[in-house]
Structures are given as C-alpha cells and as structure tokens.
C-alpha cells in the first residue's frame, strides 16, 4: 500500500469552440483593413463575390466575433469546426491495428532494418 495519497489526475481547462466564419466586406481595403486590425485565423484567400464584395472563410471562437463586425463588414456563421473535429476523432479505432500480424502495404517506401 502505498502512502502517497491518490489524487485525480488534473483536469484541462475547457476552450471555447473554434467556429467556421464567412467574412464579406464590402470592398479589399476594408477586408485588409479588418484582417490587419484582428489578426484572425483564416482559411484559404480571399475572393470577390458577383456584387463585387470580397470574402474569407475564417476560424475565431464565439468571443471573437463581435471584433469581425464592424461597418461595412458582414459576419456569417457556416459551422462549428471544432464540432467537426470531435466528430471526426469519433471515426477512428483504438488499439493496435497490426498487433494480429498484419504488415502494413501501401506506396510507402519500407525502411531497412
């Protein structure tokens, strides 16, 4: 038996979800304007609607959103990413999957040894 108390392991803090944002601004110097002053993550580059506004998808939590929204800038909600990294985790196995003997095949090159 052992005399060092056992304690639960450590809990992480919780972060807010990362949402999937689609930031439309009326014209390029105001989306620059908006990306330079907010520093947000975004994904992929930017490109011009038919009306002639231009757009960028971008990943903020919810406490980032309200400093997207300024004039002349639309803010648009198109899904939770971190949702749909959670359900993507749930996708794969656990264990060993070559403990039964399987040797792994495909276009990799094997290493010696």
């Not at 944002?21 to 105001?30: F, G, P, Y």
Request: proline share 10%; charged share 25%.
């Amino acid at each position: 038996m052992s005399a060092v108390p056992t304690q639960p392991p450590p809990t992480r803090p919780t972060r807010p979800d990362v949402l999937r944002l689609r930031v439309t601004a009326e014209d390029a110097e105001t989306l620059r304007a908006l990306l330079r002053d907010t520093r947000p993550d975004v994904g992929g580059r930017p490109h011009i609607e038919p009306d002639g506004s231009v757009g960028i998808d971008v990943y903020a939590p919810e406490d980032r959103v309200a400093a997207l929204e300024r004039e002349g800038v639309t803010v648009t909600r198109t899904g939770n990413a971190s949702a749909a990294g959670r359900a993507a985790q749930q996708e794969v196995g656990t264990g060993d999957r070559f403990a039964a003997g399987a040797v792994p095949h495909g276009l990799a090159a094997k290493s010696a040894g």
